[in-house]
């Protein structure tokens, strides 16, 4: 026996509501029809012939012109009625929806505001207690590894933090900001993760970028598609970060020569916590199975600032996303 709890239950709701207003239009706009077509005829046809005791079979006379006149006038009407009735149903069908995520958008905010104030007091402990071990202490790298989860989980409640608040920041069309340096900052702040893993980071820019975006939101996407890049980079390898200028945009490209996206739509790692099936790189180290919330965080900056992100492509050899944001002439 499946379990049906209140979320299937409101779905089920919603679907026959939206169900039965569909009907509801498509039965109106049958009925319109039907009428449109019994005004033709009767505007064809006097009312003495058509209630005269003996019917004529001869007494509607409709020319074939003056038909498929009509039938066309009748059917641009028809699906011009049909279309605005079903924007106007669509549109209040999924306003629960839209409560619906700023609800969830507002209760991931108040989580998360929740859950700082408890790590950052835990990772505070930690620190004690790791500056209280000595080196030869059996306990030090497990403190150690104890301290970097906790430091995941913050950043992790940082990004969820962010993305709940994206939606509710004031967007500013004005902000100029140089591409080139945001990238640069981007870059160094993830070269010690990329000597880790025994990658190099290559950024090339091709002469001035100037976006309206702010430089902090800049640097924060590329740090991301960084960190997701350098996770499947195989050791040797280098990660590229070009930065290219077209006539509206400056497009920012990074790079990896990892697997590909494996087990999933490569348009769909933009979704929050989208998952893979397991794909094992080609060092035989970590399977791509999940994106975490990093990359939606990409998409839900760069759409707020009128840019894009995508996939340019995937393969064995690598992968491509693709940054753009809008250009500015002036400089900041």
Same mark, same amino acid.
């Given at each position: 026996? !499946?379990?049906?709890?209140?979320?299937?239950?409101?779905?089920?709701?919603?679907?026959?509501?939206?169900?039965?207003?569909?009907?509801?239009?498509?039965?109106?706009?049958?009925?319109?029809?039907?009428?449109?077509?019994?005004?033709?005829?009767?505007?064809?046809? !006097?009312?003495?012939?058509?209630?005269?005791?003996?019917?004529?079979?001869?007494?509607?006379?409709?020319?074939?012109?003056?038909?498929?006149?009509?039938?066309?006038?009748?059917?641009?009407?028809?699906?011009?009625?049909?279309?605005?009735?079903?924007?106007?149903?669509?549109?209040?069908?999924?306003?629960?929806?839209?409560?619906?995520?700023?609800?969830?958008?507002?209760?991931?905010?108040?989580?998360?505001?929740?859950?700082?104030?408890?790590?950052?007091?835990?990772?505070?402990?930690?620190?004690?207690?790791?500056?209280?071990?000595?080196?030869?202490?059996?306990?030090?790298?497990?403190?150690?590894?104890?301290?970097?989860?906790?430091?995941?989980?913050?950043?992790?409640?940082?990004?969820?933090?962010? /993305?709940?608040?994206?939606?509710?920041?004031?967007?500013?069309?004005?902000?100029?900001?140089?591409?080139?340096?945001?990238?640069?900052?981007?870059?160094?702040?993830?070269?010690?993760?990329?000597?880790?893993?025994?990658?190099?980071?290559? &950024?090339?820019?091709?002469?001035?970028?100037?976006?309206?975006?702010?430089?902090?939101?800049?640097?924060?996407?590329?740090?991301?598609?960084?960190?997701?890049?350098?996770?499947?980079?195989?050791?040797?390898?280098?990660?590229?970060?070009?930065?290219?200028?077209?006539?509206? !945009?400056?497009?920012?490209?990074?790079?990896?020569?990892?697997?590909?996206?494996?087990?999933?739509?490569?348009?769909?790692?933009?979704?929050?916590?989208? &998952? !893979?099936?397991?794909?094992?790189?080609?060092?035989?180290?970590? /399977?791509?199975?999940?994106?975490?919330?990093?990359?939606?965080?990409?998409?839900?900056?760069?759409?707020?600032?009128?840019?894009?992100?995508?996939?340019?492509?995937?393969?064995?050899?690598?992968?491509?996303?693709?940054?753009?944001?809008?250009?500015?002439?002036?400089?900041?």
């Amino acid at each position: 026996m !499946s379990i049906i709890d209140s979320d299937i239950l409101a779905i089920r709701r919603a679907s026959r509501i939206v169900g039965t207003r569909l009907a509801l239009v498509c039965t109106a706009v049958v009925a319109l029809a039907l009428l449109a077509v019994f005004l033709y005829i009767l505007s064809e046809i !006097s009312a003495a012939e058509l209630f005269e005791p003996m019917p004529d079979t001869d007494n509607l006379q409709v020319s074939a012109v003056g038909l498929l006149r009509a039938a066309t006038v009748l059917g641009i009407t028809l699906i011009f009625l049909a279309g605005v009735l079903s924007w106007l149903v669509t549109r209040q069908a999924v306003q629960p929806l839209g409560e619906a995520l700023r609800i969830q958008r507002a209760f991931v905010a108040d989580a998360s505001h929740e859950l700082r104030t408890p790590l950052a007091v835990l990772d505070a402990r930690l620190q004690i207690l790791q500056r209280s071990l000595t080196e030869n202490d059996a306990s030090t790298p497990i403190v150690a590894k104890l301290r970097s989860d906790t430091k995941d989980l913050i950043h992790i409640v940082n990004d969820l933090l962010k /993305s709940a608040e994206i939606s509710d920041a004031a967007v500013k069309q004005n902000i100029l900001t140089d591409v080139n340096a945001a990238v640069t900052a981007a870059v160094k702040s993830m070269e010690l993760i990329a000597v880790g893993n025994k990658v190099t980071i290559a &950024h090339t820019a091709r002469g001035p970028a100037i976006a309206y975006a702010p430089a902090p939101s800049v640097t924060r996407c590329v740090v991301a598609l960084l960190d997701n890049a350098l996770r499947f980079a195989p050791e040797g390898s280098a990660v590229t970060v070009a930065v290219d200028v077209t006539k509206k !945009s400056v497009i920012i490209t990074v790079r990896d020569h990892g697997p590909g996206i494996q087990g999933i739509n490569p348009a769909r790692i933009f979704d929050r916590f989208a &998952h !893979s099936d397991a794909a094992v790189n080609a060092s035989g180290g970590e /399977s791509r199975t999940g994106f975490g919330i990093g990359l939606s965080l990409v998409r839900d900056i760069a759409v707020r600032y009128g840019g894009s992100v995508r996939v340019v492509n995937s393969s064995e050899q690598g992968t491509a996303i693709m940054l753009a944001v809008p250009r500015a002439k002036r400089r900041p």
